[in-house]
């Protein structure tokens, strides 16, 4: 088991900010990026947080990330729109597509957004909740697909060809200021992201999450790493589900020669693979008041899941809604603390001191 170190939220997302800022991020950007990681570790999504910290540094040395690109719309007509991400940040993009779909479905009632030369753009439902608080409803996929893609097979397989290809959902509840309904998961058994925090903690994975470089079953982190494979949830169901984001995804590169959706396509394949490439991120935002009144609708969300809550089976005191787990959470976190393994904070700690960045306090 590892040991922890305790630090503020607030204190975290600095940190995080000047690194970013000190490797070649203007502040905006920085604090864009480092804000979602910390809301991530808030939700308890750990592996869509700062442990991201030292990957995005990696990428920017190597060039796959430009820590100063901003996105640009290039497409797109009415409702729906083409985004650029320029190899920049992902969570820039994405945030940039949003925030265009979001404005674009209020005047057509539904919006469309394709996100073609981003990077790892973070946990999705993210997005999710910023559209729920606006009283719009989000789904949003980001996948990749083709020979050596990603880190997961797919069902049947016995190669890496999908990336974790997650889709999310959100629904805004009442008018009150309830969490929304989010429904956030990747489409395999585990998020990579959640190997590399068991990898952290030196714990191992529950059966069947993934496979050795040979395709046999394995609970090892450090297998996975050595070439092993990802499986995916409910075998053919959540290959299905991962096919299908990659080939939406592939919306936004239709006219692109060179697609990159760097968190999902880190191992592709150069060359003539490259036209067998499918990837990039895309959103929908849909306007309730488009369909009748919008107030309306949230409260009639409001009175169906709160009778869901009242029936829970025997002894489980409650039925949760999707979403409730990361609300629970982000309460809990944001008064206590997030706890990063000692593995992540020396990672961290050692790409600010290279950067003359001081770590926040910690217990």
């Not at 990428?59 to 729906?80: D, E, M, Y």
């Not at 729920?132 to 990749?144: D, F, K, Q, S």
């Not at 394949?269 to 008041?289: C, K, M, Q, T, Y």
């Amino acid at each position: 088991m590892a040991d922890y170190r305790i630090v503020k939220p607030d204190a975290l997302e600095a940190t995080g900010t000047a690194v970013f800022e000190a490797l070649g991020a203007p502040h905006d950007i920085a604090a864009e990026v480092a804000g979602h990681l910390v809301r991530a570790n808030l939700a308890g999504h750990d592996s869509h947080g700062a442990i991201r910290i030292p990957q995005y540094a990696g990428q920017i040395a190597a060039g796959v990330v430009h820590p100063a690109a901003r996105p640009s719309i290039i497409g797109g007509r009415g409702a729906t729109v083409l985004v650029d991400g320029a190899r920049g940040f992902g969570q820039v993009a994405t945030r940039f597509a949003l925030v265009e779909a979001m404005s674009r479905a209020r005047v057509h009632g539904i919006a469309g957004a394709a996100i073609r030369q981003a990077n790892h753009i973070g946990r999705v439902g993210d997005y999710a909740e910023i559209a729920a608080a606006e009283g719009l409803v989000t789904i949003l996929t980001v996948g990749g697909a083709g020979p050596g893609v990603g880190a997961a097979t797919p069902f049947g397989g016995a190669a890496r060809f999908l990336g974790t290809n997650p889709w999310s959902m959100g629904i805004p509840v009442g008018s009150d200021g309830a969490p929304p309904v989010l429904v956030d998961f990747a489409t395999t058994v585990v998020a990579e992201g959640k190997v590399k925090v068991a990898r952290a903690k030196h714990e191992s994975l529950p059966p069947g999450c993934i496979t050795d470089k040979d395709g046999a079953p394995s609970t090892d982190p450090e297998d996975f790493y050595a070439g092993g494979m990802l499986l995916p949830f409910g075998g053919h169901k959540g290959y299905g589900l991962a096919l299908a984001s990659a080939l939406m995804g592939t919306l936004a590169i239709i006219d692109d020669a060179h697609p990159t959706m760097a968190g999902n396509l880190a191992d592709a394949r150069e060359g003539a693979e490259l036209a067998s490439r499918a990837a990039g991120a895309f959103l929908v935002v849909i306007d309730p008041s488009a369909f009748g009144d919008a107030e309306a609708y949230r409260d009639r969300v409001a009175r169906v899941t709160g009778e869901l809550r009242k029936v829970p089976a025997a002894g489980t005191g409650t039925v949760m809604l999707p979403g409730d787990p990361e609300a629970r959470t982000t309460a809990t976190r944001r008064a206590s603390g997030i706890a990063l393994p000692d593995d992540t904070w020396q990672a961290i700690e050692a790409i600010a001191s290279a950067n003359g960045v001081t770590m926040p306090e910690a217990q």
